[in-house]
Every structure is written in C-alpha cells, then in structure tokens.
C-alpha cells in the first residue's frame, strides 16, 4: 500500500512519544528512516503524514517513550505543532468521540507496518547510512539490564543520589571542561551496567515555566561501583559553552553538574539503555570508538574488564580503544589513560587541533590498522561500540566498511551480521 492509498484511510493507528518519559536523547529521530521525527527545545514529535509506522525507532528507544499509539479519525491526527506543547499524552479517544468522528464501532486502521525505507538513491548510486547497520539487540551474552526503575511513571519518580566526588578530567582550558562526577545511592537499589545512561534532572523552570526534563548521561563507571563494592556510579560530562552553530550558550544541566559539591543532592531518573551493552563470554573482543565524552561508557568497560583481568577469574579478549579530540589537552582521563598495561589494552589517539600537525581523526586511526580490525570484523566473538558526536558516525562505519571490502569481505553480508548479532553498536548524539 503506498502513502496516496494511507492518506485516504478514514483511521490511523497514530504514532505519537511521550513526553514524561521522554529523555531527549535523539535515538528516534536518527533512527526514523523517513524523516518523520522532529523536535524543539522541549518535545519530540511524530509527523502522522510523514510516519509509515515501519518500527525502525521502537527498538533502539533507551526509555520505551517511543512506544505510544493512538487510534485517531485521520482528520483529527495530532499535528507537530500540537505535540511540540504537550506535558503529558492525551488520554486515548473513547468510543462515544470517534463514533462523533464518523467512525464506526470497533474500526481499526488497516495500515499494517512496512519495511523501513532503504537510503535515497543519487544519481543512481545509494546513499550510505550509517544508522542502518547500528545493532538494537545487545551482544549475546551480555548480563540483564534493568531500565526504568524509577522516572516520570515509575511508582518512585526520582532517586536522589549524593554527589561524593567531583574532579576535573581535562587540561585548564575554558571551553573544554570536563568533569568526573561520582553519585552514590545509599541504601536504595540501582543496578547498572556499563553502556547504561541515567537521567539527571536539573532544578528549576524553562523558559515555558516548566519543571526542566532529565538529561541523559552516560555511566562512566562499572557494575560494581566506580569504587568497588559501593552503591555509586560515575559519569563524564563537559560542561557547554556552545550550541554547535558556535553561538554561546549555558547548558542547563552540564553547568548544574560541573558546579555541584560534595554532599550536593541531585535528582536521578533512570538507568537506561538494554543494547549498548559489553559481551561477557571469555576471550570476547572489544573494539571501542569515541571522541570527548563519549568515552564514558568506554570508561566503563575498560575498567570492568581491568578488575575482571585483576581477580584472575577471567580469560578477556582483546581490547581496542580509538579515542579523538581536538588536542591532547581536551581529552578526558589522558593522564589515566598512559597507564594502562600495553598488553591490556591497544590504543590509538586521535588529535584534530593540534598546531603544526595535520588533522587526524578517529576514522584515520582505524584506516592505519585496518589489518586488526578486518580480523576482528571477520571473528564472531567481536563486538564494536561507537560513541561521541553525531558528526562522527557516518565517518567510523565508512571506514567499516571500506576495511572489510579491501580485506575481501563483502561488507553488506559484514554488516548485516553485526548488527544481528548485536555487535556493531551506534551511539551518538
């Protein structure tokens, strides 16, 4: 059925997000193969004219708010422009108002999900995506992740954690502070695993005089606690100066956390995320991408896997790390970072500011050891995770893609099988 023939339906299943649960971190409208997803400051929308309910952004959502549907008279579908004020969804239309509408008792849409939209094609040729070889199932033998224990519709809305560490992780420099922030939960349960998120609500208004809605941050710490055996976590988060137009801007939240004390109270929603997760079988590999704060949940896995070789109770693969920023002074945890053991962990640092050297991101660092990495592309027992900007993505999967072709694997057959398997994870912002 083509979307001529779905315009003319007198009822449409309506795709709509909600946004008390909401996190804002833009999975969904990356995901959407056909542009139906938008946003503003405040929500995120789904345009019903725009929407062939393909499922593609239902798996990859961290927090379940994309999984929202209304039967509505396709002359009464809630516009963009209505979801952009919403506080809270609609209630669901009974069956008194569609019947109101000239819908009759017990109707039901008969659009059924297509298959998500391939990429344009221009000048014949397709154009590349990146978001469609991003996994939605986690590595096969990862641990059970527990989401959504507590948020806008869970029965305890927020945690509140104590903030007990609070330390700057890049060189002094105005616009690339960074912190590592440690939150500790006392007594009350918050299991996570490395590749998780959290939400941290800010105190205060919006502009609209509206509480202000969580942000999302990645766990910089292992399960177990970013010191051993206590009930805490960590997270890396720069503190914004900017939009990515340049423009000055104060972020709301990445300011409240870098000035936050020790013994501060912060408000936690969360945790989030049950793909973006490590393998635990031994003699898995790992090759890790990132740039700036995206090395949280690298962080993470790195250190799990450092305790893990420190206990002897675990035969661990290889581990990669390609890590880029502007200059060595911007990257977060480079001092930590040159102690690790050489025969723990392979890493390569890529540097795109640095004066009198040519730009090299992190792409480049993975073309010069494209003979690792087509080996571990071709072993099943690898898995990959990509985090940093958005900027980023499309660039790391090409380099993918062309390293696999130039070792003589046929890259759509590569792919497909990553992202089946749960072993080529996006995650970008």
């Known amino acids: 059925m083509d979307m001529a023939d779905i315009a003319d339906l007198a009822v449409i299943r309506q795709h709509l997000i909600d946004p008390e649960i909401c996190i804002r971190c833009n999975t969904c409208e990356a995901t959407c193969p056909v542009g139906a997803i938008t946003h503003d400051d405040r929500n995120y929308v789904v345009d019903a004219g725009k929407c062939n309910l393909c499922m593609a952004c239902v798996p990859p959502c961290p927090t379940g708010s994309i999984d929202n549907w209304r039967l509505m008279p396709r002359a009464r579908a809630y516009t963009p422009a209505e979801q952009l004020l919403w506080d809270e969804l609609p209630a669901e239309l009974t069956p008194e108002q569609l019947a109101e509408s000239g819908v009759a008792a017990g109707a039901a849409p008969e659009v059924e999900p297509v298959a998500p939209a391939l990429p344009a094609a221009v000048d014949g040729a397709s154009v590349f995506s990146s978001a469609q070889w991003g996994a939605t199932v986690p590595p096969w033998s990862a641990a059970h992740a527990y989401t959504n224990l507590y948020g806008p519709k869970a029965a305890a809305k927020t945690i509140t954690a104590t903030v007990t560490g609070n330390v700057r992780v890049t060189a002094v420099g105005r616009d690339y502070d960074t912190h590592h922030i440690v939150l500790d939960f006392g007594a009350m349960p918050f299991p996570v695993l490395e590749g998780q998120s959290i939400g941290i609500v800010p105190p205060g208004v919006d502009a609209h005089?509206?509480?202000?809605?969580?942000?999302?941050?990645?766990?910089?710490?292992?399960?177990?606690?970013?010191?051993?055996?206590?009930?805490?976590?960590?997270?890396?988060?720069?503190?914004?100066?900017?939009?990515?137009?340049?423009?000055?801007?104060?972020?709301?939240?990445?300011?409240?956390?870098?000035?936050?004390?020790?013994?501060?109270?912060?408000?936690?929603?969360?945790?989030?995320?049950?793909?973006?997760?490590?393998?635990?079988?031994?003699?898995?590999?790992?090759?890790m991408i990132c740039t700036g704060t995206g090395s949280a949940p690298m962080r993470a896995m790195t250190e799990w896997r450092r305790r893990l070789r420190a206990s002897g109770k675990f035969e661990g693969g290889r581990l990669m790390l390609f890590f880029g920023a502007r200059t060595p002074e911007e990257l977060p945890y480079f001092g930590p970072l040159q102690n690790l053991p050489r025969d723990f962990i392979d890493i390569e640092l890529a540097f795109s500011r640095v004066a009198g050297q040519p730009r090299r991101y992190v792409q480049d660092a993975m073309r010069e050891r494209a003979a690792d990495l087509a080996a571990l592309l071709a072993d099943p027992d690898a898995c990959f995770f990509v985090c940093g900007l958005k900027a980023m993505e499309e660039g790391v999967v090409l380099a993918l893609r062309d390293i696999a072709t130039q070792a003589g694997l046929d890259w759509d057959t590569v792919g497909a099988t990553l992202k089946r398997e749960g072993r080529l994870h996006l995650e970008t912002y």
């Open 209 to 287: 005089g509206k509480p202000h809605h969580a942000r999302q941050y990645s766990i910089a710490s292992p399960r177990n606690g970013e010191r051993a055996g206590y009930n805490n976590l960590s997270l890396t988060i720069k503190r914004v100066l900017e939009d990515h137009q340049g423009r000055p801007v104060r972020g709301v939240a990445s300011n409240y956390m870098c000035d936050l004390q020790v013994g501060d109270k912060v408000q936690v929603i969360g945790p989030f995320g049950a793909s973006f997760l490590m393998p635990n079988h031994p003699k898995s590999h790992l090759v």
